[in-house]
């Protein structure tokens, strides 16, 4: 038997992680994204870097973490959205990696110095195209995907009301916006900096840190988890589910 706070605690501080270590993380590398000459460069950030690379990583594995953690419990929802949560969850983190590879790799070719034969041009040019699969990386990962994670688990914590529905409606609100400004950027309609671009970003940003302080600090709805079969004779902060996910 899982204890249902357990699990909503340990959903909301992986949320909550994935804010503590990707925010950090991007002005740590951000010195090899802006510096067009980083690969030929001193190597001065090359620690920085990498830190903000393993951060990038960490993140990636939290947002997996709050899948698994909230799985038992909004599967009893719906199986479909709950399957889908975690499937996104875990595509998101390895579209992510390959920014964390390309970063990685960035570090590597400049404390390896100039490869024989090729001169500062063409390290120029190979440095440029690891931060492109970097950058894309960020938009089809982080900058797509949490569309996904968005319908799927907004959807099921709006109809069950395991926590209070304004939170999960702005995830349903943020996610068609941040659709639109995604396949906007994919096909130069506007820029990473554009006025739409941040427009569509605050619905989102809030929805997943307002769902990790409620469940890390208040947890599921107790009449909402009754509702959905678990043990009502448990107390409120301990509600239990079957570890196989048996209802």
């Given at each position: 038997?899982?204890?249902?706070?357990?699990?909503?605690?340990?959903?909301?501080?992986?949320?909550?992680?994935?804010?503590?270590?990707?925010?950090?993380?991007?002005?740590?590398?951000?010195?090899?994204?802006?510096?067009?000459?980083y690969i030929i460069g001193d190597g001065a950030?090359?620690?920085?870097?990498?830190?903000?690379?393993?951060?990038?990583?960490?993140?990636?594995?939290?947002?997996?973490?709050?899948?698994?953690?909230?799985?038992?419990?909004?599967?009893?929802?719906?199986?479909?959205?709950?399957?889908?949560?975690?499937s996104t969850r875990i595509f998101e983190a390895?579209?992510?990696?390959?920014?964390?590879?390309?970063?990685?790799?960035?570090?590597?070719?400049?404390?390896?110095?100039?490869?024989?034969?090729?001169?500062?041009?063409?390290?120029?040019?190979?440095?440029?195209?690891?931060?492109?699969?970097?950058?894309?990386?960020?938009?089809?990962?982080?900058?797509?995907?949490?569309?996904?994670?968005?319908?799927?688990?907004?959807?099921?914590?709006?109809?069950?009301?395991?926590?209070?529905?304004?939170?999960?409606?702005?995830?349903?609100?943020?996610?068609?916006?941040?659709?639109?400004?995604?396949?906007?950027?994919?096909?130069?309609?506007?820029?990473?900096?554009?006025?739409?671009?941040?427009?569509?970003?605050?619905?989102?940003?809030?929805?997943?840190?307002?769902?990790?302080?409620?469940?890390?600090?208040?947890?599921?709805?107790?009449?909402?988890?009754?509702?959905?079969?678990?043990?009502?004779?448990?107390?409120?902060?301990?509600?239990?589910?079957?570890?196989?996910?048996?209802?």
């Amino acid at each position: 038997m899982i204890s249902t706070r357990r699990l909503s605690l340990a959903g909301g501080v992986a949320y909550l992680l994935t804010f503590a270590f990707s925010i950090p993380a991007f002005f740590l590398y951000e010195p090899a994204l802006t510096d067009a000459a980083y690969i030929i460069g001193d190597g001065a950030a090359d620690t920085r870097v990498i830190l903000g690379a393993f951060l990038e990583m960490l993140t990636a594995l939290a947002g997996i973490g709050t899948a698994i953690a909230l799985y038992p419990v909004i599967r009893r929802q719906s199986e479909a959205l709950s399957v889908g949560f975690v499937s996104t969850r875990i595509f998101e983190a390895a579209v992510m990696m390959f920014g964390v590879i390309a970063l990685l790799a960035l570090v590597t070719m400049r404390q390896d110095g100039a490869v024989p034969g090729n001169d500062d041009t063409t390290m120029l040019g190979i440095g440029q195209l690891l931060v492109v699969v970097r950058d894309h990386s960020a938009r089809l990962g982080p900058g797509f995907v949490p569309v996904l994670n968005a319908l799927c688990l907004g959807y099921v914590l709006f109809r069950s009301r395991l926590v209070p529905r304004l939170i999960p409606a702005l995830g349903l609100i943020g996610a068609p916006l941040l659709l639109a400004s995604v396949v906007g950027r994919i096909f130069g309609l506007h820029s990473d900096e554009s006025v739409f671009a941040a427009i569509a970003l605050p619905a989102i940003f809030f929805w997943e840190l307002s769902v990790g302080l409620w469940l890390t600090f208040k947890g599921f709805n107790a009449a909402a988890l009754h509702t959905l079969g678990f043990d009502s004779g448990a107390s409120t902060t301990d509600r239990t589910v079957v570890a196989d996910g048996g209802a």
